[in-house]
């Protein structure tokens, strides 16, 4: 079965605590190379979608996603909260009213993806949050039609791919470009978290196939 709305507290909860389980491991990484606030920015915003989370499961996806990118937006703070932000309000702008098949979920999520793109000014390879994303989008629309449980493995390998990557790069965009070389050696923390996010929402995804 295709997740719904009603799916919302039981995917934001596993988000929340997916991220109390990483904090200090994503603290240590931000602290090395950023500012160190990125998971807490992260949980100031998703503590605010768990207060709205039995309104959120009331409305469909598209009205979901533009009140979560409303919520995001004014909580988050941070490179993150604007990027998250127009992720979601893109995906309610893509996505027409009612039920979105997947297909046209991974439309959406592909014209997200861009919008972040267009937003932070910057690209796969610069070693922040889109060497998670960009894979996951272009994996999503490449492989729609796989039975579930085989996507949602993909997915979380792919995103897991995409985060290691990371560790190996020179960030060009966000505070770690300051350090040039000696950022080298550490996964960037935004797309760690995208990473642990993406993990959750599959096993949440996938339990409810089962
Ligand atoms: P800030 O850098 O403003 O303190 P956060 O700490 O919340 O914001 O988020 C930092 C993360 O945001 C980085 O680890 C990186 O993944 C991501 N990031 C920063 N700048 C950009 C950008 N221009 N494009 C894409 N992602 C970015
Ligand atoms: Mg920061």
Redesign the pocket.
């Known amino acids: 079965m295709a997740p719904t709305p009603r799916n919302l507290p039981q995917i934001i909860a596993a988000i929340a605590a997916t991220l109390k389980q990483h904090e200090d491991e994503v603290t240590d990484l931000?602290g090395a190379i950023?500012?160190g606030?990125?998971v807490v920015?992260l949980q100031r915003g998703v503590a605010a979608l768990q207060a709205q989370s039995a309104e959120l499961a009331d409305l469909d996806w598209k009205a979901a996603f533009q009140k979560i990118g409303m919520t995001v937006m004014s909580k988050v703070g941070?490179?993150?909260?604007s990027?998250y932000g127009t992720l979601f309000v893109t995906l309610a702008k893509t996505l027409a009213d009612g039920a979105p098949d997947r297909r046209a979920f991974a439309a959406a999520f592909a014209a997200g993806v861009e919008a972040?793109q267009a937003r932070?000014?910057?690209s796969e390879g610069e070693k922040?949050?889109?060497d998670v994303l960009i894979p996951v989008a272009r994996c999503l629309e490449r492989e729609a039609e796989r039975p579930l449980p085989a996507l949602l493995d993909l997915l979380v390998e792919v995103a897991w791919a995409g985060a290691e990557a990371t560790r190996d790069m020179v960030a060009t965009?966000?505070?770690a470009s300051f350090l040039g070389e000696r950022a080298k050696g550490v996964m960037?923390?935004?797309?760690r978290t995208s990473q642990l996010m993406i993990t959750a929402i599959a096993a949440v995804v996938g339990g409810e196939a089962a």
């Open positions: 931000d950023g500012d606030d990125h920015n941070g490179a993150s909260g990027l972040m932070g000014k910057s922040t949050m889109l965009k966000g505070r960037d923390a935004g797309a």
